[in-house]
């Protein structure tokens, strides 16, 4: 006999295992989750794990607050230590017209209640004392940012899904979807159909793929960024900053001691992950103009992950109009991981009740045909 279900969410990183989590948690049975690997082995899992407020929408410093409150709260929710460390946040401006977007982008966090404030250089030296600052004219700084430990986050949610009912299928893959007329029926795997009359692309990367075998377009595409740790450094003692050079696009942050950095990231759309070990010292040269202490470090690891960048660098959320029963979940460009949690409680909430506690109707698929775009200059390029 087909195999059925209430809800099948394609794809187990912290987007689909958060959306199963608060679906099971809200009420809905019958939901089923398909990994065409393992859990948290796409993006979610290769990614820096930055959580920050800095953003310039309002839509998305009131998902980034919400999701603040989230991570605080694993231990007891989630029983896992989310490795929440809240070292902050610190954005480099280069020029004026950079200066001025940092200023515009505070005053509207403030209004938020986020801490954040404007560095003058004197104050950027104090607070990191080996940070080269040559042509820098200020900087956006929170201490209440950090990062967190993607694997621990999404294995949390997906071990409380399980315990509420939700039935996980690693190495499945999709291979096609299911629909009659303009509805959906369901997914089709290599190991046979699931017949659902709800169906969510959670695919992260591949989320545009998906669309295809739906027979709609899902605008994400997917671009390769590398990763490189060094062996622990003496000046990281007293973990840094995460610190972004928002003018360079690239960005570092501490480390089990040491630092991690970023790499190249491609200008061609591409699912290539393997990192280039000849560029290495090429990303190091590009390290050394901000960080000269990274001149005597040794590169420990290197990896690359994949970016899902939208048309406008913001996710994609909600129903596809001409599918009914098929959603979207993804194209976060970037901040996945930290809005992944309130991704899933939000979406739970629209599917099962057609509302939201936070409105994410901006954010909805219609808007690339609309021509209502949402864009998001502090974002798809930066942690």
């Given at each position: ?10 794809g187990?990183?912290?987007v689909g295992?958060?959306?199963?989590y608060h679906?099971a ?8 989750m ?8 796409g993006?979610t899992?290769?990614s820096?794990?930055?959580?920050r407020?800095?953003?310039a929408?309002e ?7 919400e ?10 929710e989630?029983?896992v230590?989310?490795?929440f ?6 954005f ?6 950079e ?9 509207l ?17 104090t ?13 956006a ?11 621990e986050?999404t294995?949390?949610?997906a071990a409380?899904?399980?315990?509420l ?5 690693e ?7 299911l ?6 029926r369901?997914?089709e ?7 659902a009359?709800?169906v ?5 990367a ?18 390769r960024?590398?990763l ?5 450094l003496?000046?990281?003692a ?5 610190t972004i050079?928002?003018?360079?696009n ?10 991690l ?5 491609d ?6 992950t393997?990192?280039?070990?000849d560029h290495?010292?090429?990303s190091?040269e590009?390290?050394?103009v901000?960080l000269p202490?990274?001149a005597e470090?040794?590169i ?6 994949l970016?899902?960048?939208s048309?406008?660098?913001?996710a ?5 109009p001409?599918?009914e029963g ?5 194209g ?14 939000l979406?739970?909430e629209l599917?099962?009740?057609g509302?939201?506690?936070?409105d994410i109707?901006?954010l909805?698929?219609?808007r690339?045909?609309?021509?209502k ?6 974002t798809?390029h930066?942690?």
């Open positions: 006999m087909a195999e059925t279900a209430d809800i099948v969410i394609i187990a990183g912290i295992c958060s959306l199963a679906l948690l809200q009420g809905a049975s019958g939901v089923v398909l990994e065409k690997d393992l859990i948290c082995s993006s899992g290769r820096a794990g930055g959580i407020q800095q953003f929408t839509l998305n410093i009131r998902l980034s607050l999701a603040l409150r989230m991570f605080r709260r694993m231990p007891e989630l029983e230590d989310p490795s460390r809240q070292v902050g946040y610190l480099l401006a280069s020029t004026p017209a200066m001025a977007l940092f200023r515009t982008n505070v005053e966090q403030q209004r938020f209640g986020v801490p954040v404030q404007l560095l003058a250089t004197e104050e950027i030296h607070l990191v004392p080996y940070l080269c600052l040559d042509e820098i004219l200020g900087a700084y929170c201490p209440t940012d950090g990062y967190a430990a993607p694997y986050v294995m949390g949610y409380m899904a399980r315990r009912g939700v039935m996980i299928h190495q499945r893959s999709v291979t096609g979807i629909r009659q007329g303009a509805r959906v369901g997914v795997t290599a190991s046979g159909p699931i017949h009359p709800v969510v692309n959670a695919a992260g591949y989320a545009g793929l998906v669309g295809d075998l739906a027979g709609v377009q899902v605008p994400v595409r997917p671009y960024r590398q490189f740790t060094t062996g622990p003496p000046e990281f007293a973990e840094p900053p995460l050079d928002y003018h360079r690239w960005y570092f942050r501490g480390e089990l001691g040491g630092c950095l970023s790499g190249p990231k200008e061609e759309s591409t699912f290539n393997n990192v280039d070990w290495v010292a090429l190091v590009q390290a050394l901000r202490i990274l470090a040794e420990h690891r290197g990896w690359a992950g970016y899902e960048i048309p406008d660098s913001n994609i959320l909600g129903p596809v001409e599918l098929f959603y979207v979940a993804g976060h460009s970037g901040h996945g991981f930290q809005h992944g949690p309130i991704t899933g409680k979406m739970a599917m099962l009740t509302t939201s506690s936070i109707s901006a909805s698929i219609e690339f045909r609309t021509g775009v949402v864009l998001e200059p502090m798809a930066q942690a």
